[in-house]
């Protein structure tokens, strides 16, 4: 077994094989690629900086244990939308919501919600995230992203 | 003795450059697979405990495509659930795999595992010092010091407070958010303790997350790269002794052992060290125990 470097080990102990020195470029290209990915998401999509491999964990506060999704529904005849409490069922799918709130995943949100109040003529779903102030930590909720989905006519 | 008359080093196994961290790497799959679902769990544990009981899978390239499938399909599935280390898992396996074709493996995976490692850290202090907008200002830690569990030992040891109130600040924190109102309207102030040892976690952190960058992304040979083990094993040391994310302590001790010179085997054998540290921080419940040795007086003094 190897006790010191091989021959073929350059001085400061890199591969001397240009192949072998790409070889060894291929996972941290990866994980510049992954970078890249998890900001324009975190940027462009508010995926929270803690998630998809960014390496933002700890960072800050915008993690999906300070971010709250919302759901009401307009009922006919009711001036204001109602709240209406997240089923169990759909707990994993809102999560993800939380923590990335695109579009296509609040609108799946929305149907499903939509299917469970057949009586709703929209239903509303809102993504927030809290910020603290730095003097007082007072907490301020800040809107992330929203949809407004509008039920066939029954 | 060999042939040639030298003597066979102790302890070969930490002497093989290679198959020390491949062996790390196996174990920490082994032992950290935990993965929410049982169909993404097993393949991993079995493929893991394959190539550490049969030595002929230690260097497969196929055992190690077989892993990175099964530790990296599961990103995608539960997108976006999957931790950070989650990620470095994939990529290590990766690393791996691209080494064992190489015609010297232990370099291409040392030269690997320095820029992973470099490129981590360099992740995490760019997130800390120009992108994050509660980190620099220290409301991230006086907020997490007050409400996440994770942080409540350190809390009680190093920021003056003890079991009980942490748990009243925790519950009044979190109703002062959800009335909307600062938590001082609720009677709580963050305790002169936890506001300085927020200070220097905050400074702390981001201070040695640069320097673990930039020994790793240094020019071979030069001071800075010399020290980089010692920074890395004093980020671990000192970070997982509280944060005790068992998986990413794990992970970069494998990636520690492999990028080390093949003629250092202390400091492999340092890295070897850190893996049973990782898991004594997570076992021992050390922090209770200095708490009542300190005569449950809230900790050290803040």
């Known amino acids: 077994m190897e006790d010191g470097p091989s021959p073929e080990r350059k001085a400061g102990g890199r591969p001397a094989a240009r192949g072998d020195r790409v070889r060894a470029l291929v996972a941290p290209a990866g994980l510049a690629l992954l970078a890249l990915l998890h900001l324009g998401l975190v940027l462009g999509a508010g995926l929270s900086p803690w998630n998809g491999g960014g390496f933002g964990m700890f960072s800050t506060l915008d993690h999906e244990g300070w971010r709250t999704l919302r759901l009401a529904v307009e009922r006919p005849g009711a001036a204001e939308p109602e709240r209406v409490p997240v089923p169990p069922e759909l707990l994993r799918e809102v999560r993800r919501a939380k923590v990335h709130p695109t579009r296509p995943l609040l609108r799946r949100l929305a149907l499903r919600i939509a299917a469970a109040q057949p009586e709703a003529r929209a239903v509303h779903v809102e993504v927030l995230r809290t910020r603290f102030d730095p003097a007082t930590l007072e907490a301020r909720r800040e809107p992330l992203a929203a949809l407004r989905h509008a039920t066939e006519a029954r | ?302």
């Open chain 2, 1 to 302: 003795m060999s042939a040639a008359g030298a003597a066979s080093p102790r302890l070969p196994e930490v002497a093989d450059p290679l198959a020390l961290p491949l062996r790390l790497a196996l174990l920490v799959l082994l032992l950290d697979a935990v993965m929410p679902f049982w169909f993404v769990r097993l393949p991993v544990i079995g493929l893991a405990a394959l190539g550490l009981l049969l030595p002929d899978l230690l260097r497969s390239r196929g055992l190690w495509a077989a892993l990175l499938l099964a530790v990296a399909w599961p990103l995608l599935w539960n997108w976006p659930f999957s931790d950070n280390h989650d990620y470095l898992r994939a990529l290590l396996c990766l690393a791996v795999l691209v080494s064992l074709g190489a015609r010297d493996p232990h370099a291409t995976l040392a030269d690997a595992a320095r820029w992973l490692v470099g490129g981590v850290f360099l992740l995490a202090t760019l997130w800390k010092v120009a992108l994050s907008p509660d980190y620099l200002d220290g409301t991230f830690f006086r907020v997490t010091l007050l409400t996440d569990t994770r942080f409540e030992n350190l809390a009680v040891l190093a920021g003056g407070m003890t079991w009980e109130s942490w748990e009243a600040a925790e519950a009044t924190f979190r109703r002062a958010v959800v009335e909307g109102v600062p938590p001082a309207a609720l009677g709580l102030e963050v305790p002169a303790g936890v506001r300085r040892l927020a200070w220097v976690l905050t400074l702390w952190t981001a201070a040695i997350e640069a320097a673990v960058a930039a020994a790793f992304l240094a020019p071979r040979g030069r001071a800075l790269s010399r020290a980089r083990d010692a920074l890395l094993l004093a980020f671990a040391l000192t970070t997982f002794a509280f944060a005790t994310v068992r998986g990413f302590g794990w992970l970069l001790a494998a990636l520690g052992a492999a990028q080390v010179e093949p003629e250092r085997r202390r400091t492999r054998l340092a890295y070897v060290g850190l893996f049973f540290a990782v898991e004594l921080y997570r076992s021992v419940p050390w922090h209770q125990t200095l708490v009542s040795w300190l005569g449950r007086t809230g900790g050290l003094p803040g």
